[in-house]
């Protein structure tokens, strides 16, 4: 899974005033296992239910079916074998974005200016790493930004956030912007969200010039765009994403045991299906109900019938 690794032992500056020292061993990634998913999926559920966003979950995972889409994809920080940290990238779609719940408008202005939107959501980090959280999820976002920008093809990324965390993204992205004022997420036990949009294609405008090194920029754009290893992370980056799509045993084994597309109308259902032709989505449904109702146990031969 490595595509950006700081060995064991390795110092140095990574932007942002931190050290690589503090990162040392992590190495982040585009998530496509089952067993990768779990995890992150599990943190993001752990974390939020800490923090009273969320109501605790009988498969103790937090997803959407947004997850359903091929072009959403989960990032992870691992320690070993061990996902410390993740956060997703969902490219806009015919279903929209989770956002839109709270931020129409304002997305849908960035929609008509033929810009592609993607948003980032379900940011976690481990309770035990949480004192390393800040260079994590720098260098998560650093892999975000870039498979957004150099691989979807992405406009502008956008982040539903705490108010208090708007900081966070400034540091990395200076030019980060609010484009939405403060209001209550429905999606996190109402807790308060401003919408916080990054600018891509002014950042691919800066990319020359910071690779040059002819530009004097804000320390964290010579971190983000630093040339010694911008096209290695490229092209591992789509390598690892053109694996991440969800097979059909990965598929049936999260939504058949998870609500998020079972309780999504039936037109989100058609355009599911739609994408994944080899999957049954109304049994994947169905099943889900089925064990929800306790009439049918959880089988591990029936998946492993599945075809990879």
Known sequence: MAVMTVPAGAAGRIGLGLSTESVRGVDYGVAHSIESLEQAFRLVHDQYVARGYMRPEPSSWRLSVHHALPATKVFVARHGRRVIGTLTLIPDSPLGLPMDA?????????????????????????????????PVLTSLMRLVGLYAMEVAGCDDIC?????????????????????????????VNGAPAVAVRIDLQLLAGLFPAVQDGTAEVNEAYRFFMRAHDFSTIVAQLEHEASKARLTPRVFKHFFSAHPALAEAPAAVHAVVQALYPGIDVDAVIEEYRARADNTVPYSDLALAMLPA
């Open 102 to 134: 709270l931020y129409d408008h304002e997305l849908t202005t960035l929609r008509n200016q033929s810009r592609y939107v993607a948003e980032v959501s379900s940011l976690a980090i481990a309770d035990d790493f949480r004192p390393l959280g800040l």
């Open 159 to 187: 982040i539903a956030v705490n108010p208090r965390h708007v900081g966070f993204y400034r540091r990395i992205f200076p030019h980060a912007a609010a484009i939405g004022g403060r209001r209550a997420y429905s999606k």
